[in-house]
């Protein structure tokens, strides 16, 4: 449902309004459609929808708007995460819903600096029983043959409450500057040209983040200018003392805003802010902002930072078309001091192995109370996932899932276990290589449960898939790779560990018909899709076709779960794929009456993953008018089951 779909600029009749490419104009460009005021530099043109709901759309380009280069990651121009904040206040307050309820970012939006820009459209859904919206934010390639990405997902409601701004300014202490902390930021990969190097001068207490903020550019056409905002949450590199540690973790990556909660722009049009910084356990910061003279701009109730990959940041359009399948690529193996230097960077003294580091448990509340009773903290939790040994399978996975449910729910809840990192530890859940023929059916939706835990908690939570015991002196080497790691969902077989990375397919996935002669498309005896070929298929051409039959140069053919079933080795007895399709008589045989070469016809044909087949006449009807080769393909077999259900088992006749 969330596919873009094309639709006329005259023509909003659905209910739900998805992206399409005749709507990303920008202000004023529009023909046809009627516009509200927008009053945005960035969303120019503003759709209201018949059903209630509304669509913003605006054209982004480096070369059109230069000050969106100010924001750059490892030399690539990003939207900064602010600027979707700035597209939901915006469109909040045109629909009367202000605050932005929540907001979760999924993807980066990256601007080439010498290519095409970029559509967006903000897409407003009809409000729901308690007066919320649903919000989803997209964008594409500013060229015709560009794909539709989601960038984020989040909700408004109509609440305003007031913030607390009754704090004393300026603060106590002196402050520091927020221009030392900018040369920090740019060697860990955080390129900020002049809009975006707004911060002045910083302050910290035992609790709290004092900044001042001051907007170069003007700040007129936005609810919030992204570079003000943004520039206000640079105070957290500052305060860290290491000039870039709250923006940037290890191993080259760097954190980005990922997820906002309860934000509210009071004042738009601000260009100054003083801003209040609050760290919540264990891994978000609250803020309110005020203007020179005290009046509040902006607050938010929880924002949270996940890391980002800069080797994930590709410009726009940088894999169009690509297949993309998943490949388990072996870490990097550190040598003994590389190993033991990042330890001793990473871990004090008195929380290595040994000392309380690591620690299996049975459940999270037996953690949390020998931490309670005056046990030493463990650094890493080690949760150890089974399945019940008896009854069926899914009552088996259904009881695993929920327990792990409960126990990282317990987790993350837990005082005793704030900055804290919990290992989910399964065997045989994940299918890693070609080794790994029997996936424990029962483990293996523990691994999709704590994958979305782990997207409101990336720096939390880990997946770890092992085929053997891992032993006690095993763990310190082992959780040293880990933390090391890209990313958080680790197997580990035969002693080498391995994480996930979506690759494209590249030409040596393609299947080549023959080069002379018809072919068909056949399934090896491996049992998995790689050993699907393309063979000749010399009986079928010249051959005198018998009573009855028709020869079909197919144009389409249908899918089934048949076909899968064979494919995958698990179909019981000899089969071939393919059932059924459409295509063009060329051949009809004695005694065939009702159909002539040339006709385009649709139904049951043997072996129709090829480039021609022999069907029985009986069995093929003409394709309707106006339907397309590829409909009439997806037709015959549905219809016929559904035919049978009703005639041959329920005994429903017509008319009945």
Not at 272 to 289: C, F, K, N, S, Y
Request: hydrophobic share 45%; net charge negative.
């Amino acid at each position: 449902t969330t596919r873009p779909v094309e639709v006329p600029t005259y023509a909003f009749q659905r209910r739900r309004y998805w992206p399409g490419g005749s709507v990303g104009a920008s202000a004023g460009s529009l023909s046809g459609v009627g516009l509200a005021g927008a009053g945005h530099r960035l969303l120019g043109a503003q759709v209201a929808l018949a059903d209630g709901g509304a669509v913003f759309t605006g054209r982004l380009s480096v070369s059109t708007q230069p000050w969106l280069a100010d924001h750059a990651v490892s030399g690539t121009v990003l939207l900064p995460g602010t600027a979707f904040v700035d597209f939901m206040a915006h469109a909040g307050r045109q629909v009367k819903c202000p605050q932005v309820r929540e907001l979760t970012l999924q993807a980066p939006l990256v601007l080439a600096e010498d290519g095409p820009g970029a559509v967006v459209q903000v897409v407003v859904d009809v409000p729901d029983e308690h007066g919320q919206r649903t919000v989803a934010i997209y964008s594409r390639p500013d060229t015709e043959a560009g794909e539709w990405t989601r960038h984020g997902t989040g909700a408004l409601t109509e609440t305003t409450d007031s913030p607390d701004t009754a704090w004393v300014w300026p603060p106590a202490g002196a402050p520091a500057s927020g221009e030392d902390l900018y040369a920090g930021l740019a060697e860990a990969g955080f390129d900020y040209g002049p809009v975006f190097r707004g911060l002045k001068q910083v302050w910290q207490d035992d609790e709290d983040v004092y900044a001042e903020v001051v907007l170069p550019d003007e700040p007129a056409g936005f609810a919030l200018h992204p570079a003000l905002l943004d520039a206000a949450l640079h105070a957290l590199a500052a305060a860290s003392g290491t000039g870039s540690a709250a923006l940037s973790t290890g191993s080259g990556e760097g954190g980005l805003p990922f997820a906002f909660t309860g934000v509210r722009v009071h004042r738009p049009g601000a260009s100054t802010l003083r801003v209040r910084l609050r760290r919540q356990e264990p891994d978000g910061v609250g803020l309110e902002a005020v203007d020179a003279a005290g009046n509040p701009v902006v607050s938010i109730d929880s924002l949270v930072f996940r890391p980002v990959s800069h080797a994930d940041l590709t410009a726009p359009g940088a894999s169009d078309g690509d297949v993309l399948h998943l490949r388990w690529t072996p870490l990097p193996e550190r040598t003994p001091e590389e190993a033991l230097e990042a330890e001793s960077a990473e871990t004090p003294a008195d929380a290595r192995p040994g000392g309380g580091h690591v620690h299996a448990v049975p459940d999270i509340a037996a953690a949390s109370a020998a931490v309670r009773d005056g046990a030493a903290g463990p650094d890493w939790v080690v949760l150890p996932c089974r399945a019940p040994e008896e009854g069926p399978v899914p009552e088996r996975a259904r009881a695993l899932t929920v327990w792990v449910l409960g126990q990282v729910q317990a987790f993350l809840d837990a005082p005793e276990m704030a900055g804290r990192r919990l290992v989910v530890l399964t065997r045989g859940a994940v299918a890693a290589d070609e080794s790994d023929r029997g996936v424990d059916v029962s483990a293996a939706g523990v691994w999709g449960l704590v994958r979305s835990a782990q997207s409101e908690h990336p720096d939390r939570l880990v997946l770890l898939d092992v085929d053997a015991e891992v032993g006690d002196d095993e763990w310190p080497a082992l959780l040293s790779a880990v933390s090391a790691a890209p990313l958080p969902q680790l197997v580990r077989r035969s002693g080498t560990l391995s994480t996930p990375r979506l690759e494209a397919v590249g030409d040596g996935g393609e299947l080549t018909a023959p080069a002379q002669g018809p072919w068909r498309l056949t399934a090896g005896s491996g049992g998995t899709p790689a050993e699907l070929a393309l063979v000749p298929q010399p009986l079928t051409a010249g051959e005198p076709l018998g009573e009855g039959l028709v020869r079909v140069a197919v144009r389409a053919a249908g899918l089934n779960f048949r076909d899968v079933l064979i494919s995958l080795g698990m179909y019981p007895g000899a089969a071939s794929i393919g059932g059924e399709g459409a295509g063009v008589v060329t051949e009809a045989g004695p005694g065939v009456t009702g159909l002539a070469v040339g006709d385009r016809v649709m139904g049951l044909m043997p072996d129709s993953f090829a480039d021609t087949t022999v069907a029985d006449a009986r069995m093929v009807v003409r394709v309707p008018e106006g339907w397309t080769f590829q409909e009439a393909a997806s037709v015959p077999i549905v219809f016929l089951t559904a035919r049978y259900a009703l005639g041959d088992l329920a005994g429903l006749r017509p008319g009945e």
